[in-house]
């Protein structure tokens, strides 16, 4: 498999998934997670650093800062958000919360986008770092991209 070193030009959706994953692991193993790596659809793997990391009891969250990569986006520079909530002894899911901006389009003017977004992969590093997980537990995982974030990096 081809490594990609500390890449953060890359989609929105893998700085999801790679905020995602931190995310989950600071949960799962109650402590601070400074960098992770993903596997990126084409086989690659790429590791994201993590900022604005936060473990509180049932809630761990964690932020990836989004690159431009070859061209301008509206979230070139925005920091991509996520949250993991954890309940105990409840049905076993993962329920997928969307934040502030989640839907923007990619480009100024565009219209709002009906693509997936980062739900996939989101989902598949959430189930990678839970996947021996014999307690019922439900996982509420909020991906967005505060406002304030957003002006900044436009």
């Known amino acids: ?22 995310a989950a ?37 964690c932020y990836v800062i989004k690159g431009s990569g070859d061209g301008h986006d509206a979230v070139n520079g925005a920091k ?14 993962i329920v997928l919360a969307g934040g502030p901006r989640t839907d923007r389009a990619a480009e100024p003017g565009e219209e709002e986008t009906s693509n997936p977004g980062p739900r996939p992969m989101v989902l598949e590093v959430v189930r990678e770092v839970f996947a021996m997980r014999c307690m019922p537990t439900t996982l509420t ?6 406002d304030e974030e957003l002006e900044i990096a436009v």
């Open 1 to 22: 498999m081809k490594r990609t070193e500390l890449r953060n030009d890359l989609a929105t959706d893998a700085c999801a998934a790679a905020a995602a994953k931190g």
């Open 25 to 61: 692991l600071m949960l799962r193993e109650q402590r601070i997670v400074d960098e992770v790596e993903i596997i990126l659809p084409a086989s690659e793997t790429a590791r994201y650093r993590l900022h604005g990391q936060k473990l509180v009891d049932d809630t761990a969250s």
């Open 80 to 93: 991509i958000h996520v949250s993991i909530k954890v309940d105990f002894f409840t049905t076993r899911r």
């Open 141 to 146: 995982v909020t991906v967005g991209i505060p």
